[in-house]
């Protein structure tokens, strides 16, 4: 998965550099996640401006990446202009 990592004390900043969040990456996009989390990470940042394709595992690893967030009372962000991805997981809840 290629991505970009940028930390800071309050937060961390994921910038996916894919063109897509499928059953091929989402395993790993999960494992980033998981690191980030036992690093002391609460808030993230998800940048998907590159994502133009999200299955349903994707979906999934977004909603155990904001499960993972919500439990330590952090926030997980997903930040994209892509209406049809915004519109994916809004339907996703």
Known sequence: ???KLEQNEQY????????????DNAGEFEDVV????????G????EFNAIEE?????VAAIRKANKICLNEVG?????TKNEEIIDRLDNAN
């Open 12 to 23: 961390a900043v994921i910038e996916l550099n894919e063109s897509a969040l499928t059953v």
């Open 54 to 58: 999200l299955d349903g595992h994707g």
């Open 75 to 79: 926030l997980f962000v997903v930040v």
């Open 34 to 41: 998981r690191g980030l989390f036992r690093k002391g990470y």
């Open 1 to 3: 998965m290629n991505f």
């Open 43 to 46: 808030n993230m940042i998800v």
